[in-house]
C-alpha cells in the first residue's frame, strides 16, 4: 500500500512539474511576444515621427519659398500690392455688412 501511495505521490509531483514547466514556458512566450511588440510599435513610432518631421521641413522650406515670392513681388509691384490689398479689404467689408 506504501508503493502505491509512493507512484500516486510521485505521479501527482511529475504532473505538478509538467504543468509548471508548461506554464513556465507560457509565460515566457508571452513575454517574449510581448516584448517583440513593443519593439515593433516603437519601430514604427520612429518611422510615423520620421516622416512627419520630413512633412514638416517641406512645408516650411514651401511657406519660406512662398513668403520669399510675395514679398519679392510687393518690392517689385508696390501699386498692384496696395491695390489688391484694398480690392481685398472692400470684398471683405462688403461681406461683413451684408451679414447684419
Do not use: W
Given at each position: 500500500?506504501?508503493?502505491?501511495?509512493?507512484?500516486a505521490q510521485t505521479k501527482a509531483?511529475?504532473?505538478?512539474?509538467?504543468?509548471?514547466?508548461?506554464a513556465h514556458k507560457g509565460v515566457?512566450?508571452?513575454?517574449?511576444?510581448?516584448e517583440h511588440g513593443q519593439e515593433?510599435?516603437?519601430?514604427?513610432?520612429?518611422?510615423?515621427?520620421?516622416?512627419?518631421?520630413?512633412?514638416?521641413?517641406?512645408?516650411?522650406?514651401?511657406?519660406?519659398?512662398?513668403?520669399?515670392?510675395?514679398?519679392?513681388?510687393?518690392?517689385?509691384?508696390?501699386?498692384?500690392?496696395?491695390?489688391?490689398?484694398?480690392?481685398?479689404?472692400?470684398?471683405?467689408?462688403?461681406?461683413?455688412?451684408?451679414?447684419?
Amino acid at each position: 500500500m506504501a508503493t502505491s501511495k509512493s507512484n500516486a505521490q510521485t505521479k501527482a509531483h511529475d504532473a505538478v512539474d509538467k504543468a509548471a514547466n508548461t506554464a513556465h514556458k507560457g509565460v515566457d512566450n508571452a513575454a517574449e511576444a510581448a516584448e517583440h511588440g513593443q519593439e515593433r510599435a516603437e519601430a514604427i513610432a520612429r518611422q510615423v515621427s520620421e516622416q512627419a518631421q520630413a512633412i514638416a521641413d517641406t512645408a516650411k522650406a514651401q511657406s519660406e519659398r512662398v513668403s520669399t515670392a510675395v514679398g519679392d513681388y510687393a518690392k517689385e509691384n508696390p501699386l498692384k500690392t496696395v491695390g489688391f490689398a484694398f480690392l481685398a479689404g472692400a470684398v471683405a467689408a462688403s461681406l461683413l455688412c451684408k451679414r447684419k
